[in-house]
């Protein structure tokens, strides 16, 4: 990896945060515990680490940050749930026996991609209030509720790195659904089913993780007849998604999106630089399903590209299981979107059920940068940050791909070439 002075200037400018927030937020627990008891700083506690990554890629000022979490009002033990369907009060995060929902200030959109392009740091940048209701309050307000079988629901998984940002920028562009980019409580959900299980599949999953899982995502697309896009953010154990989505809403629409794993691995090096790629290295082995985790003990190697890469092949390989048996969950690459802009965009709209009309406002996404309003994957990083994979780490991403997973990756790219149902093979 190249260095610059600039770089040095931006990795020093990053570590520096890092010293000063997390000694700092530490400190700010205590002494808030003694003053005001543990409630009124939950959501400090929870977002220790999320606190500090945002001091790195956000606008929003280190004293901003620290003095809105001070003063939150949090809410407990909830049991009237009307509050849920107030315009204002979104999803936040979900725990073992909780629900926690948010409400932001008034005329915050957490459906835009400002002023960030993620819907956790729109609410983060925008939350007056913390309400935390238990799951049983949850579930009996929905069982109250006419019931929902997911139609407006579509679900787009991920690799990362791989032009889904701007995917979700395509359909926010159409006017036709409500987008929300890589909600965390998806991901919380994904780790409480998998500390339940030794494995995620249809027969495995009992009646009470497709319960949690449902709930979920009729809170997060609260409004039955309004469309919703949902972008999955990857990892962070979401490998079990695509098993058990269906079943816990049978008519939610399923697509995921790929690119060639060489990119995408210099992508995510290049965007978490030294210190951020080895903490994503460690989340991604740390997330993983049992299963997957003993076929990494069997390959592992402590190079951070060889960990990128096999994590990249658990991701796809949970597609590659489900879309064995479902011809109705669609894949796409970044690498179709590049080809053919509009062919891409017509097949997609038309996947979650958007006519062809809303193609070209679709595609006015196009004109944008769909990074700019995430600085650690802006240009202005990436281009400053030299990232090297050699051809052997390559052939080995090449061989485990095909001895482990039945995944054929082709190219000096590593582009898979039997991804199954694909958009240019399906007949639409």
């Given at each position: 990896?190249?260095?610059?002075?600039?770089?040095?200037?931006?990795?020093?400018?990053?570590?520096?945060?890092?010293?000063?927030?997390?000694?700092?937020?530490?400190?700010?627990?205590?002494?808030?515990?003694?003053?005001?008891?543990?409630?009124?700083?939950?959501?400090?506690?929870?977002g220790t680490?999320?606190?500090?990554?945002?001091a790195?890629?956000?606008k929003?000022?280190?004293?901003?940050?620290?003095?809105q979490?001070?003063?939150?009002?949090?809410?407990?033990?909830?049991?009237?749930?009307?509050?849920?369907?107030?315009?204002?009060?979104?999803?936040?995060?979900?725990?073992?026996?909780?629900?926690?929902?948010?409400?932001?200030?008034?005329?915050?959109?957490?459906?835009?991609?400002e002023?960030y392009?993620?819907?956790?740091?729109?609410?983060?940048?925008?939350?007056?209030?913390?309400?935390?209701?238990?799951?049983?309050?949850?579930?009996?307000y929905?069982?109250?509720?006419?019931?929902?079988?997911?139609?407006?629901?579509?679900?787009?998984?991920?690799?990362?790195?791989?032009?889904?940002?701007?995917?979700?920028?395509?359909?926010?562009?159409?006017?036709?659904?409500?987008?929300?980019c890589?909600?965390?409580?998806?991901?919380?959900?994904?780790?409480?089913?998998?500390?339940?299980?030794?494995?995620?599949?249809?027969?495995?999953?009992?009646?009470?993780?497709?319960?949690l899982?449902?709930?979920?995502?009729?809170?997060?697309?609260?409004h039955?007849?309004?469309?919703?896009f949902?972008?999955?953010?990857?990892?962070?154990?979401?490998?079990?998604?695509?098993?058990?989505?269906?079943?816990?809403?049978?008519e939610v629409?399923?697509?995921?999106?790929?690119?060639?794993?060489?990119?995408?691995?210099?992508?995510?090096?290049?965007?978490?630089?030294?210190?951020?790629?080895?903490?994503?290295?460690?989340?991604?082995?740390?997330?993983?399903?049992?299963?997957?985790?003993?076929?990494?003990?069997?390959?592992?190697?402590?190079?951070?590209?060889?960990?990128?890469?096999?994590?990249?092949?658990?991701?796809?390989?949970s597609?590659?299981?489900?879309?064995?048996?479902?011809?109705?969950?669609?894949?796409y690459?970044?690498?179709?979107?590049?080809?053919?802009?509009?062919?891409?965009?017509?097949?997609?709209?038309?996947?979650?059920?958007?006519g062809?009309?809303?193609?070209?406002?679709?595609?006015?996404?196009?004109?944008?940068?769909?990074?700019?309003?995430?600085?650690?994957?802006?240009?202005?990083?990436?281009?400053?940050r030299?990232?090297?994979?050699?051809?052997?780490?390559?052939?080995?991403?090449?061989?485990v791909?095909?001895?482990?997973?039945?995944?054929?990756?082709?190219?000096?790219?590593?582009?898979?070439?039997?991804?199954?149902?694909?958009?240019?093979?399906?007949?639409?």
């Amino acid at each position: 990896m190249a260095w610059s002075l600039s770089l040095i200037l931006l990795e020093g400018y990053n570590l520096l945060l890092i010293l000063i927030t997390v000694p700092i937020t530490r400190i700010l627990q205590e002494i808030l515990d003694l003053i005001f008891g543990s409630s009124r700083v939950d959501c400090l506690k929870r977002g220790t680490h999320l606190f500090c990554y945002r001091a790195l890629c956000t606008k929003v000022s280190i004293l901003q940050k620290i003095s809105q979490r001070l003063f939150l009002r949090v809410y407990r033990g909830l049991e009237d749930m009307s509050f849920v369907e107030r315009d204002d009060v979104t999803l936040y995060a979900v725990e073992k026996d909780k629900f926690v929902f948010v409400k932001t200030r008034p005329g915050a959109d957490m459906y835009s991609e400002e002023p960030y392009p993620f819907f956790r740091m729109n609410q983060e940048a925008a939350t007056k209030e913390l309400l935390v209701a238990s799951h049983e309050a949850v579930f009996r307000y929905l069982d109250s509720k006419p019931r929902r079988d997911g139609s407006n629901i579509a679900l787009l998984y991920v690799l990362g790195r791989c032009g889904s940002t701007l995917t979700n920028q395509l359909v926010q562009c159409s006017g036709q659904a409500l987008t929300i980019c890589e909600p965390l409580t998806i991901n919380h959900v994904c780790r409480i089913i998998n500390e339940r299980n030794e494995t995620v599949s249809k027969s495995s999953s009992s009646s009470e993780d497709l319960k949690l899982l449902r709930a979920c995502l009729l809170l997060l697309a609260k409004h039955p007849h309004q469309r919703y896009f949902i972008k999955v953010q990857p990892f962070g154990g979401v490998e079990c998604l695509p098993h058990i989505a269906h079943l816990a809403l049978p008519e939610v629409t399923e697509m995921f999106l790929y690119r060639a794993l060489k990119p995408v691995t210099t992508s995510y090096l290049k965007m978490g630089g030294p210190y951020y790629s080895r903490r994503i290295c460690s989340h991604m082995i740390d997330t993983m399903l049992p299963k997957y985790r003993r076929i990494w003990n069997k390959v592992q190697d402590t190079d951070q590209r060889k960990v990128i890469l096999f994590s990249l092949l658990v991701q796809m390989h949970s597609f590659f299981l489900e879309a064995a048996e479902r011809k109705n969950i669609k894949s796409y690459s970044y690498e179709s979107l590049m080809a053919d802009k509009e062919g891409f965009c017509r097949s997609l709209l038309k996947h979650i059920g958007v006519g062809p009309e809303h193609v070209p406002s679709s595609l006015t996404a196009l004109n944008k940068d769909s990074q700019a309003n995430f600085a650690p994957a802006s240009s202005t990083v990436l281009k400053s940050r030299k990232v090297e994979i050699p051809d052997e780490v390559m052939e080995w991403a090449r061989k485990v791909a095909r001895d482990e997973f039945g995944v054929e990756l082709d190219g000096p790219e590593c582009f898979c070439t039997n991804f199954p149902n694909h958009w240019t093979t399906c007949n639409y």
